[in-house]
């Protein structure tokens, strides 16, 4: 008898910890579990709140490099505050030894195009002939420096998105070239509406690319029209307008 009493104590006690549900975090406006143990924050976000779930309750929280990320916790919502760029561990535990950790990266902001289809516009006086413009659009879309499939991505080094790095992939995977960009807000001269100016200046070539960026339809898709003119007037002197079309899909 007493080795059966002694046996049912065992279990109770070994169980004592799965009594509970699994300690997790959801997002404290769209109630969405963050997955994956891995929060990603922007270094220019003022903060970012969450609700604990699971576990016991009367939850402790600590954070490794409070250099990189700090806390703030009222009982009820969870608040992380973005200090500086890097990467630090987060643990959520209870007073029963159930424990959660997160991996909290803090970065710069990014948006990533890629790029379903290329077109070029052009245009010109009476002289430039179907033949000519056939050439042109050609060329254009050959000498794109990236090919559908191939994708633009903006890091921001400033909370205004004014400014920053920028990689165009000329294809889905592979190398990529490098350069900076700054962005504005102009007015289009032809439609009077503001629209997104961003002029990329590539490391080692100096080679510039202006884009004019307007929101496309359905939601989700941009057009990146690049103003090329120059590059080709100098063959076809009748031509007046050039730019390269990119529809492209933000991710």
Same mark, same amino acid.
Do not use: C, H, Q, W
């Given at each position: 008898?007493?080795?059966?009493?002694?046996a049912i104590t065992i279990v109770s006690v070994s169980c004592g910890k799965n009594d509970y549900s699994p300690i997790y975090l959801v997002d404290a406006d769209t109630q969405t579990p963050i997955e994956g143990n891995r929060l990603t924050l922007n270094i220019f976000s003022e903060s970012n709140k969450y609700l604990i779930r699971g576990g016991k309750g009367n939850y402790t929280i600590?954070?490794?490099?409070?250099n990189v990320a700090d806390f703030r916790y009222d009982g009820d919502t969870l608040v992380y505050l973005p200090v500086s760029a890097g990467t630090t561990e987060s643990i959520? @535990? $209870?007073?029963?030894?159930? !424990?959660y950790v997160l991996n909290v990266n803090v970065g710069n902001p990014q948006s990533v195009y890629t790029i379903k289809k290329i077109e070029a516009s052009i245009e010109g006086d009476?002289?430039?002939t179907l033949g000519d413009?056939?050439?042109?659009?050609?060329?254009?879309i050959q000498e794109s420096p990236a090919g559908e499939g191939g994708r633009f991505e903006f890091?921001? @080094? $400033?909370?205004?998105?004014? !400014?920053?790095?920028i990689k165009i992939y000329p294809e889905a995977t592979g190398s990529y070239q490098v350069g900076i960009f700054t962005a504005s807000r102009k007015q289009d001269t032809d439609t009077e509406k503001e629209v997104l100016h961003i002029k990329a200046v590539m490391a080692g070539t100096n080679e510039t690319y202006t884009f004019?960026?307007?929101?496309?339809?359905?939601?989700?898709?941009y057009i990146f029209q690049e103003e090329v003119t120059d590059r080709y007037k100098g063959e076809y002197p009748e031509l007046t307008k050039a730019y390269r079309i990119y529809q492209l899909q933000k991710q």
């Open positions: 008898m007493s080795a059966i009493l002694a600590s954070v490794a490099d409070r959520i @535990a $209870d007073r029963s030894g159930n !424990s009476d002289d430039l413009i056939k050439e042109v659009e050609a060329s254009i890091t921001y @080094a $400033d909370e205004n998105y004014s !400014s920053g790095d004019i960026v307007t929101f496309g339809s359905p939601e989700g898709n």
